[in-house]
């Protein structure tokens, strides 16, 4: 008989139960004849309602010193005491089946290390996708494939959000409630809709294909706390939809593989920006450039030339940075709307270039105090002044 250990008793806890006392029959045939058996369940609240409620215990040392415990489900979350409890139980000689994607997100690649030095498993296909077969495929299935890209859904609690506002109308907070009411959101759904959930298993993924530990932590980031029925609408306008995609693409040397110049269909969701520092050779390889399709000298072909050469780097910019297209009046207007609403509500001034020149330290407050004299009382006058007088801070 397999004895087997669960080790919280939340939804996640519960549905494992549910499981295995239900699908008894078919677990024990899986596992050559042998029956499947709960013998703890780890959690520090009481369940004196429950109908096994001498399973529960909340000391784990009394899991990780039962040698007939073989096999325990981490279902905990978090990361502490999760990590300890893991470790232990690895070191120990128990394989571990976990769903927690931040605890393999952390510590993924140091705890099946310490799994194969034991020859014992450490398995986490719940961590990514739930029912969805994506890990092991991965690992197993994938593993003389070269991935390139990597896009996907990753998270249902904002999908079923986002389709909410898509289909019905409603606003984001309407929907996150019914989320919540429904049992697909937690109490505190600020994992899901923060983009952190995605992130994290996006980072699994991408350690998987890679090969080597991707930190979530430079992941950048985004969730869906910020998007409006106006955003729902526009998006429509455009025949698309809002989801929050978990994105990964490689490339062995971090170099480019191609530019564009306004591609059709876009090799990927990087675009340039128009601000290239340019050596020496610029001038020699300029007189190169000649009149493309359009009738125009393009800077992507400049720019080409120090691709063919393995010369050419690109800085991806973080977030924060915001990208502003003026090639037409529209979007002119969309560029002022967007500086105005920034200065406005952050009351900070975009590129405001004696500010940027005093903290880089290349003037000094005397130089700034006498530029913002001869804006006099105007907006801008008035913040290089504050800035000089240390009421502004970053």
């Not at 979350?77 to 470790?87: D, I, M, Q, S």
């Amino acid at each position: 008989m397999a004895k087997v250990a669960i080790m919280g008793y939340g939804t996640v806890g519960s549905g494992v139960y549910d499981i295995i006392k239900t699908n008894s029959d078919k677990l024990s045939r899986s596992a050559n004849g042998e029956s499947v058996d709960i013998k703890y369940i780890l959690d520090i609240r009481d369940f004196d309602d429950h109908p096994e409620k001498e399973l529960f215990t909340k000391e784990f040392n009394d899991i990780l010193n039962d040698d007939e415990v073989s096999v325990v489900a981490e279902v905990m979350g978090g990361l502490h005491p999760a990590y300890e409890f893991t470790k232990s139980l690895l070191e120990a000689g128990k394989s571990v089946v976990t769903s927690n994607k931040e605890l393999v997100a952390t510590y993924g690649t140091e705890l099946l290390e310490i799994a194969r030095g034991k020859n014992v498993n450490y398995f986490f296909e719940a961590s990514v996708g739930g029912g969805i077969p994506i890990i092991r495929p991965m690992h197993q299935c994938l593993t003389a494939n070269n991935i390139l890209k990597i896009a996907g859904i990753l998270n249902g609690t904002t999908n079923y959000i986002l389709d909410q506002m898509i289909r019905k109308g409603k606003t984001f907070e309407t929907a996150l409630k019914d989320a919540q009411n429904n049992g697909f959101a937690e109490r505190n759904p600020a994992a899901d809709i923060e983009g952190h959930d995605a992130c994290r298993k996006i980072a699994i993924l991408a350690s998987l294909a890679s090969g080597k530990m991707i930190d979530y932590n430079d992941i950048d980031t985004d969730g869906i706390t910020n998007i409006t029925l106006d955003d729902v609408k526009y998006a429509a306008a455009m025949d698309s939809v809002i989801k929050l995609i978990g994105y990964a693409q490689f490339d062995e040397n971090g170099k480019v593989i191609s530019v564009e110049e306004k591609p059709q269909h876009p090799k990927s969701n990087y675009c340039i920006t128009g601000l290239y520092f340019y050596d020496n050779r610029v001038v020699d390889m300029a007189k190169r450039v000649k009149p493309s399709a359009r009738g125009e000298l393009e800077i992507t072909d400049l720019n080409r030339f120090y691709l063919e050469d393995g010369t050419l780097n690109v800085q991806l910019l973080s977030r924060g940075y915001a990208w502003l297209d003026t090639g037409t009046m529209d979007s002119l207007v969309d560029a002022a709307d967007f500086v105005r609403t920034i200065e406005t509500r952050q009351g900070s001034q975009i590129a405001a270039l004696e500010e940027i020149a005093f903290n880089e330290g290349w003037i000094d407050r005397e130089t700034l105090l006498q530029s913002a004299q001869r804006y006099g009382k105007s907006p801008y006058g008035q913040h290089l002044m504050h800035v000089a007088e240390g009421k502004i801070r970053y």
